[in-house]
């Protein structure tokens, strides 16, 4: 097997297909979490997702967290199931979110009603006059890099996955996969789990996958004491991740960090690769944060990371074989959400290489539902 | 003869000043950073971490670490390898991130 990409979904796939008695060669044109999984904040989410195939994905995914915390050390992976905390400003969007929380919980989700007068007993530094929100226990965290980090440690030590970083795949068809530097890799199958980029593996391979880049800015404050305890966001959060527009949409996602930073999000636009610095998207960002914690008017900014979201066309991913070509499976798309959903991604790929029968349907994930349509 | 900073670059500064450091006066000079002084006064650390209350001063010395932060006026979280030294500036060793205000 060869997995292309060593983000998050690469070193889960890694990982299971070693585990299921496969030899793996995992390669990343670029260091092991280069893309997207090292400039995120390792959202393991269910409470942004409307029922449906995506959200039965995560609450899958969220139980196969657990296990790995169990397995590989909650510290090795900084997990840490906070929970989330949805706090809606108006009445309006009060409304929505509790509308929403009852159809989640409806498949499964668990989300607890705050009263607007409870919302500080959660977190107490949050701005008076907030409508009110919704808990959701079943949210958590982890630090991506080092989770991606843990899962691949464990794929190697056993023996079965090789990992060849700095290398990068030139050509790719049935049963062999072509690299600058290694030559020719021999494999039976491939895995393209090169998140943003996976549209351009797909072409080299004749196949179309539409993957665009969705930009997205994190602030990081100085070191601050223990303020915010949960993963906290406003309600429109939820209507941005939705959004098809490519302009900039930004919502406030704060949260604390073991270390002391609190980490700012989320902002989401649509302009390529474009790595430049924007100042009135931190802004933004900074001026949302602050009001719903005003007390991080008295914190100061050290930094600001951005990465690419995978952006598929209808916030998808694409997971499963590619329709004319069975031996490329892709596993990339997954726009914001990759490190919550990487260990059910991972599982549904391992399944469909098995022929066994996978845990959920993967029809609406088909790598073939966007036609032939060029990006 | 002994090298020093100014020698090597031939220098002619304008006259020094002095600042207080946890009480105690430090001397300097104009253009010279808080870091620069204090190590010119042998004194290597001015900050306590917030885990192990360990000793820490200047480590990349422009900027980038956040190693070497005081507290300068009141200001908790100053760089002390990029804020200039100031007569009579009111210095003090910072302890843990400086925002008892937050607790």
């Given amino acids: ?375 | 003869m002994r090298r020093t900073p100014l020698r090597l670059v031939g220098a002619r500064p304008e006259p020094g000043f002095e600042f207080s450091f946890d009480g105690e006066p430090v001397a300097a000079l104009p253009g010279q950073t808080l870091a620069a002084a204090l190590w010119q006064a042998g004194r290597l650390a001015w900050r306590r971490t917030r885990v192990g209350d360990r000793p820490r001063g200047a480590f990349c010395g422009m900027g980038a670490c956040y190693d070497c932060l005081i507290e300068l006026d009141g200001v908790p979280n100053v760089r002390a390898c990029l804020a200039p030294a100031r007569p009579g500036a009111l210095v003090r060793t910072q302890r843990g991130d400086g925002h008892d205000e937050l607790r």
């Fill in chain 1, 1 to 375: 097997m060869v997995v292309v990409g060593a983000g998050m979904i690469g070193a889960a796939c890694a990982d299971t297909l070693a585990r299921s008695g496969r030899r793996v060669a995992l390669v990343d044109r670029g260091p092991v979490v280069g893309g997207t999984t090292g400039a995120g904040e390792g959202n393991l989410l269910v409470s942004d997702k409307t029922p449906g195939p995506e959200l039965e994905l995560a609450l899958e995914s969220l139980l196969l967290w657990r296990q790995l915390a169990d397995e590989l050390g909650a510290e090795a992976l900084e997990y840490e199931p906070k929970g989330g905390l949805v706090v809606a400003s108006e009445p309006q969007a009060l409304g929505a979110l509790r509308a929403l929380a009852g159809r989640q919980r409806r498949v499964g989700v668990r989300a607890e009603t705050v009263a607007a007068g409870a919302l500080r007993e959660w977190e107490r530094h949050l701005a008076p006059g907030l409508a009110g929100g919704v808990y959701y226990p079943q949210d958590a965290q982890v630090q991506p890099a080092l989770a991606a980090a843990a899962l691949l440690r464990r794929a190697r030590a056993a023996g079965r996955v090789e990992l060849l970083a700095g290398v990068t795949v030139t050509g790719l068809a049935q049963g062999r996969v072509d690299t600058d530097t290694r030559g020719t890799l021999h494999c039976g199958a491939v895995v393209n789990a090169a998140g943003t980029w996976g549209g351009e593996i797909a072409a080299l391979a004749g196949a179309a996958l539409p993957v665009l880049p969705r930009r997205g800015f994190v602030l990081v404050t100085e070191p601050l004491p223990p303020l915010v305890r949960h993963k906290v966001y406003a309600a429109d959060y939820v209507a941005d991740v939705a959004s098809g527009s490519a302009d900039l949409q930004s919502s406030a996602v704060v949260e604390g960090t073991a270390a002391g930073p609190v980490l700012i999000g989320a902002s989401r636009e649509r302009v390529g690769f474009d790595r430049s610095l924007s100042v009135p998207v931190l802004a933004r960002l900074a001026a949302q944060a602050a009001e719903l914690f005003p007390a991080l008017r008295a914190a100061r900014v050290l930094r600001a990371y951005r990465g690419f979201r995978p952006y598929l066309p209808d916030h998808l991913p694409a997971i499963g074989p590619d329709p004319e070509r069975p031996w490329l499976l892709h596993a990339c798309g997954h726009e914001g959400a990759g490190i919550g959903l990487a260990p059910a991604t991972a599982r549904l790929v391992t399944q469909l290489l098995d022929g066994e029968q996978p845990f959920m349907d993967p029809t609406a994930f088909g790598p073939g539902r966007f036609g032939k349509e060029q990006p």
